[in-house]
């Protein structure tokens, strides 16, 4: 994955919608959670304190340092027989 933008979606005359950085959100794992955290700081940098857009994008990039660097384990609950997903400091297994 790499941090290239659609170019539509970074054009000055249009709108930042919470739907734009939901939509980057959603591909989110341990390992490209720093280049979906950049994407996403670039896409609401322009915006307001208040935009709608960057609170979520916001919330989203506190989400994605943790996911980069403590890792995940889905479900509700964390299997024994399983590890979570390795985050970025955990190195290859």
Do not use: C, W, Y
Not at 6 to 17: E, F, G, H, I, M
Not at 19 to 31: C, E, I, K, Y
Not at 66 to 86: I, K, N
Request: a negative charge; aromatic letters at 2%; glycine letters at 6%.
């Amino acid at each position: 994955m790499s941090e290239a933008e659609n170019p539509t979606r970074l054009q000055a005359d249009r709108d930042v919608t919470v739907d734009d950085v939901r939509q980057l959100m959603g591909a989110s794992t341990p390992h490209f959670a720093l280049q979906l955290r950049n994407r996403i700081a670039k896409l609401i940098r322009g915006l307001p304190p208040d935009h709608p857009a960057r609170l979520e994008g916001e919330r989203e990039i506190e989400r994605l340092d943790r996911l980069a660097f403590r890792g995940e384990t889905r479900g509700d609950v964390e299997p024994e027989d399983l590890d979570p997903l390795p985050s970025l400091t955990d190195g290859p297994a």
